[in-house]
């Protein structure tokens, strides 16, 4: 059997029915799954995706409801409560996640939230969190290239743009210049590579760059009106905010598409907006 992953999901078999739910197999100790948290149809000999973690005793227990985050990941959780030995932030679970006092950046507020890695407390084996999220930062060079797709989370904001936690490993920048709509720390969205620093910071676009970008935005766009009676009320004079809202993509790469469009005789600029020929 593989090892158990404490704070992630594993797949585990049942082994056993118990009046208060189903034991998994997980080790030297079977591990409860409340009977709440069973599905229909489980039987004895089934395999079944848990997530495994602590209950209130320091027991593993496990269930079927998807937390907000997994050990090993960076998240924005909100602060449930706080009390004398540190905060505890609402992750999806009965029990809540427990950052210390000595890892947290600022003293944590009740219904305030932030950016904190989960990891497992060497010294205790619990699952916790710390606020100080450089420190758990991948040190390896990123793998990355111009151009590249990657998944990041919206960090804080500073003086040159938004930092951000690229692919749950690296550090990453999204410029003011790279931004042109409005973001949020805990904000999970794609982002393109736009270049990879000789000290491994990335800095980051919300878009695709260069003339492909303006030609897959073209079919998107030409697709738009085909599913939409032929028109869009969207056109040069749209708020970049609207644009972005419909369709992803900042003011200039639609007006790029459009003009392309426009050039190949395939639409129709109006006041009202933009008109697909009828062709």
Not at 240 to 251: D, N
């Amino acid at each position: 059997m593989e090892k158990l992953s404490l704070g992630r999901f594993n797949r585990l078999t049942i082994v056993r029915r118990a009046e208060q739910g189903l034991y998994l197999s997980g080790g030297p100790e079977d591990i409860l799954l409340p009977n709440r948290y069973v599905p229909d149809g489980a039987e004895i000999g089934d395999e079944i995706d848990v997530f495994v973690y602590l209950d209130a005793e320091e027991r593993l227990i496990a269930t079927t409801e998807t937390p907000k985050a997994q050990v090993g990941d960076f998240a924005w959780l909100q602060v449930a409560w706080v009390n004398n030995f540190g905060a505890f932030l609402d992750w999806g679970l009965m029990k809540d996640l427990f950052v210390p006092f000595r890892e947290q950046k600022m003293k944590m507020q009740k219904g305030k939230s932030y950016l904190v890695h989960l990891h497992i407390d060497p010294e205790t084996y619990r699952i916790m969190a710390s606020a100080k999220v450089e420190r758990y930062l991948s040190t390896d060079f990123p793998p990355y290239h111009g151009g590249d797709e990657v998944d990041i989370l919206v960090w804080q904001k500073t003086d040159l743009g938004f930092k951000a936690i690229v692919e749950n490993r690296f550090s990453g920048m999204l410029f003011d210049a790279e931004i042109f709509r409005q973001l949020h720390s805990g904000d999970r969205l794609k982002a393109y590579v736009k270049q990879v620093r000789p000290d491994g910071k990335i800095d980051l676009s919300l878009q695709k760059k260069g003339q492909k970008a303006v030609h897959d935005f073209s079919d998107t766009l030409l697709e738009h009106l085909q599913n939409n009676g032929g028109f869009t009320p969207l056109g040069d004079k749209s708020p970049a905010e609207e644009i972005y809202a419909l369709f992803g993509v900042s003011k200039k790469v639609f007006k790029k598409a459009v003009g392309d469009l426009y050039k190949q005789h395939l639409i129709t600029i109006e006041p009202q907006g933009l008109r697909m020929n009828d062709e």
